[in-house]
């Protein structure tokens, strides 16, 4: 299958991959990739055959991993590592800790005996830090390179361990450990070395968990400490840093120090600084744990590297020092100084304000907020602070504008040939008023003096004197009522002089079947409800909206009591008759329940709620031994006499007997009764009734894709929908088409509406493209954009489920008009084209006509139609004003068979056939205008001709130069 085809596609292309692969790893010298890289390229090494394998870090690599780097043309295996420092991490501990796969094969090697070649000096930390080293690796030797770093600015010592008896905090949600009073003290410990000039980059920050991690990165603003890389020791293997801040984070009463027992990590934490080792942590507790950490305690007490509080100095007044124990101490170097003031002499002259600062010494990056002292060549003041650059005086004062004269307050450093003038321009516009900009600025091109102007459809308005009502939408309410009752709420300009009216915005605001209101916009047929549907039993509750369809529960049904039971599904009608039996269950309240046998105990007590339980709705509440149940969908209590009756009773909607489809509702608060075990089957055959009308409205399925199909095709068939203006139009028509099998009745109406409607706006198309040279250009561009204009309107988004009979006959009403007014401009056209002479009674009807369309006023269809049978009897009068098409004439003449010379024209132009031999026998009345056609003894009645324009004849069949050309002249003598 295509499961197969792409598997063996799938190969085909990575072995290419591999080929080209190889092809660039056989002309290479070295090649470099991760262990996990040489098991996925198995195949291309075991081709390329290296002869010498390098492994660095080898010790931290799993020995699976390492094997699988090893090719058969392998000669010679360099492993390049430390065990002594990290191991490798098996993702399965239980590995690690029962099946040691935590040895490298490294370690392993030299654990069984192989001696390894050892690197002896190192070229990474100060004396004084890699003497921790020695207690690891005790002929270590130090490189002379490493002799000379600079010592660690405004801190005493190089490296020191600070000791405290915090105790730490477990964090459950990690699993890991943290340790408040460290985090604080590395991170302003942090903040001081910034301070002292040390770019971030250089300071890194270590800690033995997680869980401190992530608290150290919480207390590290982003703007303070960007730059700062802070990790676990675990992620640091391998790189190093001028600054090591380390936090150790265990301390707690049981002893327990966790990872910082095993020496491999402890070997990694203490030997990355290279400049500058800082260490925070219970030292004294770790000490009693390991003899490394003790070693190391004792070693660093000798050298007085060790203790409860770090001594910072001061770099300007060295002698000032500051003990600091804990985060709050750093205070007392609020700038990594100390609490003296700076009063350091800035080159504006003022002094530093700040508190001794031994980073910007030369003051390069220091603000003066002082007010500035410096003066405009006019005695003004800068108003700014010193730091920050003076710019053109800006304080105002009076000067004369050279391009108008006029005096303005300008600001004294600006020229004021560069100063735009703000008093208001007294010139007069052409409309004759003021102009409303200022003096500096252009004159206003666009009016706004409020005026009153009548607009083309006869309103009159206030609007701004530069808008014109030809190109302007009148803004007046439309007055008039729509199809379905309601007051139009667009305007005269949007609704177009009420020729295509926005669409209703009332609400439907009916009671559908399902008993919600409809949510819809005001329309003659409400469309499926899409409400969640409330239906539900004891079992379940239908997850469709609510004009789906719902599926029936095929749970069995729980109704059942002590004297009856129900053994169909719930979703069928109950076999069993409702039970009557007063219920002998005790309420909460230690009272008999008020409810029957079998059905759910009402919450009311006749005893606690007496007043509640005996209101009078019906008049049996307060009888005694009165019975009540309780409907679940709203919780009210009615009496089960009175709701037996009112269930069991008709949903009568007039008086001719008509019954209603619908719910029955609570008597008290009319929610509609979904779920009551003893009137189930009255429900039941409501909602039966309710899925049928569902059905019926959205129709069934086969229906829906049959028709949706269908049209589906016609649009695919459509050839005009391919062109370019058409694109929007297609595309949305085809997004319809995605989901079929959601479609509802409605929607599919109206896709084929909006399908026919693009239809006959592209025959009007064809119509003006094939008689274009019966319109004008202008004309073309006016009616093109009308077309444009109503295709839009036609795919408008909100036709998505609906259209309304009201947008449905406007449309197809202004789609009349537009072709009504295409044929009137082409009659027009025609009319000066001939020079054709009208009548009196013509010209006023054609006058009339055109004007009615330059208003834009409504037309009825009727009054449309009307001046269509105008048009139409013009156009017969004048047969001149509808020539017909070449293709149209050779129709014809194929049509009616006769030979050529067969064809005449009344006197105003109408055509006709004379049969047999052509020559006019019989006479005649023209069906066009009434007029004498034909003749008598072959001659053509008064104002009749031959027509050659018809069948392209040289003369009349009956005729002179027709008898002439049944004989050949050249043998006549």
Not at 343 to 365: N, Q, S, T
Request: proline share 5%; net charge neutral; hydrophobic share 30%.
């Amino acid at each position: 299958g295509l499961q197969k085809d792409y598997e063996a596609l799938a190969e085909e292309f990575e072995e290419l991959g591999h080929e080209e692969d190889l092809s660039v790893l056989q002309d290479a010298t070295v090649i470099g990739m991760t262990t996990t890289a040489a098991a996925r390229y198995r195949k291309v090494l075991e081709r390329v055959s290296p002869k010498i394998i390098v492994v660095e870090e080898a010790a931290e690599v799993l020995e699976a991993h390492i094997i699988t780097t090893l090719t058969r043309g392998c000669e010679h295996l360099i492993l390049i590592g430390d065990h002594q420092q990290l191991r490798p991490n098996p993702t399965v501990y239980k590995l690690a800790k029962d099946f040691n796969l935590d040895y490298s094969l490294f370690e392993r090697m030299v654990k069984n005996g192989l001696h390894p070649h050892t690197l002896s000096t190192q070229h990474r930390m100060r004396p004084e830090i890699s003497v921790l080293m020695k207690h690891i690796y005790p002929t270590l030797l130090d490189h002379e390179s490493v002799m000379n770093f600079d010592t660690i600015s405004g801190i005493d010592k190089n490296i020191f361990f600070i000791n405290h008896n915090k105790e730490e905090i477990h964090n459950e949600e990690l699993l890991s450990h943290a340790n408040a009073h460290e985090a604080e003290y590395v991170v302003a410990l942090c903040r001081y070395l910034i301070q002292q000039g040390y770019d971030k980059s250089r300071i890194t920050i270590l800690t033995t968990y997680k869980g401190q991690l992530y608290k150290l990165k919480g207390m590290m603003k982003k703007n303070v400490f960007e730059g700062v890389r802070v990790t676990v020791v675990d992620n640091f293997q391998g790189e190093e840093n001028d600054i090591i801040l380390l936090s150790l984070v265990r301390s707690n009463r049981d002893g327990s120090i966790g990872f910082l027992s095993i020496s491999n990590r402890v070997c990694v934490a203490l030997s990355r600084a290279r400049m500058g080792f800082y260490c925070i942590g219970n030292i004294s507790m770790l000490a009693k744990k390991t003899e490394l950490w003790s070693n190391i305690k004792v070693d660093m007490e000798e050298r007085g590297c060790i203790g409860q509080h770090l001594m910072l100095r001061c770099q300007i007044h060295p002698d000032t020092a500051i003990e600091a124990r804990s985060a709050n101490d750093f205070k007392a170097a609020p700038e990594g100084g100390c609490t003296r003031d700076c009063d350091v002499r800035l080159k504006c002259g003022h002094r530093c304000r700040l508190p001794c600062h031994p980073a910007d010494r030369e003051h390069k990056e220091y603000k003066c907020y002082e007010k500035c002292p410096m003066k405009c060549d006019q005695d003004h003041a800068c108003p700014k602070y010193c730091w920050e650059d003076c710019g053109p005086c800006k304080v105002p004062v009076p000067k004369i504008i050279p391009s108008c004269g006029h005096e303005q307050m300008v600001p004294c450093g600006v020229n004021p040939a560069e100063f735009r003038c703000r008093k208001p321009c007294e010139k007069i516009l052409q409309c004759d008023h003021q102009c409303q900009n200022n003096c500096g600025n252009p004159c206003t091109d666009a009016c706004k003096v409020q005026v009153t102007k009548e607009w083309p459809c006869g309103h009159n308005a206030i609007t701004d004197c530069h808008r014109n009502p030809k190109t302007t939408p009148c803004r007046h309410p439309c007055p008039q009522q729509l199809e379905c009752g309601h007051l139009c709420q667009g305007t005269c300009g949007s609704c177009l002089q009420g020729r295509l009216h926005v669409p209703c915005r009332n609400g439907c605001g009916r009671n559908l079947v399902c008993s919600h209101q409809c949510s819809f916009p005001c329309t003659s047929d409400c469309p499926p409800c899409r409400m969640p549907c409330e239906n539900r039993c004891f079992h379940s509750r239908c997850q469709h909206q609510c004009g789906d369809p719902c599926p029936p529960c095929n749970e069995p049904c729980e109704w059942h009591c002590r004297h009856h039971q129900c053994t169909r599904l719930c979703g069928e009608m109950c076999n069993r008759l409702p039970c009557n039996k007063p219920c002998r269950k005790k309420l909460p309240c230690r009272h008999p329940c008020i409810g029957l046998c079998g059905e759910p105990c009402p919450t009311k007590c006749r005893v606690c709620n007496h007043e509640e339980v005996t209101t009078i709705l019906f008049g049996t509440e307060d009888e005694r031994g009165a019975r009540f149940i309780q409907l679940e969908d709203c919780g009210h209590v009615v009496e089960v006499s009175v709701l037996d009756m009112y269930m069991t009773q008709k949903n009568l909607t007039d008086e001719t007997g008509t019954v209603s489809i619908q719910l029955k509702v609570c008597p008290w608060c009319k929610t509609p009764i979904r779920r009551n075990l003893r009137y189930s089957n009255f429900i039941k055959e409501a909602l039966a009734d309710i899925e049928e009308v569902k059905r019926k409205v959205r129709g069934s399925t086969d229906e829906i894709l049959e028709q949706a199909t269908l049209i589906k095709e016609q649009v695919k068939a459509a050839s005009f929908l391919t062109e370019s203006g058409n694109t929007k139009a297609r595309l949305k028509l085809e997004d319809k088409f995605v989901a079929m099998d959601h479609l509802t009745l409605g929607e599919v109406a109206v896709i084929q509406i909006q399908f026919e409607f693009l239809t006959v706006i592209d025959d009007y198309n064809k119509m003006m493209r094939n008689r274009k040279g019966s319109l004008t250009a202008a004309d073309r561009l006016l009616f093109q954009r009308r077309l444009d204009l109503l295709k839009t309107k036609v795919m408008d988004d909100r036709f998505k489920y609906r259209m309304s009979d009201q947008e449905i006959n406007d449309l197809h009403r202004e789609l009349k008009r537009v072709h009504l007014e295409v044929n009137l401009s082409m009659l027009t056209f025609g009319i000066r084209k001939h020079r054709v002479a009208l009548s009196q009674q013509e010209s006023t009807e054609i006058h009339d006509l055109q004007a009615i369309f330059d208003l834009g006023a409504f037309v009825s269809s009727d009054d449309l139609d009307k001046g269509k049978a105008v048009l139409e009897s013009i156009r017969r009068r004048h047969p001149e004003l509808s020539p017909l098409t070449k293709e149209q004439k050779a129709e014809i003449v194929r049509a009616i068979g006769l030979s050529k010379g067969h064809w005449y024209k009344c006197p105003n132009g109408h055509f006709y056939a004379i049969g047999e031999c052509g020559g006019a026998n019989q006479g005649g009345r023209c069906p066009d205008c009434g007029l004498a056609i034909g003749g008598q003894n072959h001659r053509l009645a008064e104002g009749n001709v031959h027509a050659p324009e018809m069948d392209n004849s040289p003369y009349a069949a009956w005729s002179e130069a027709a008898n002439l050309n049944n004989f050949n002249l050249d043998n006549l003598v």
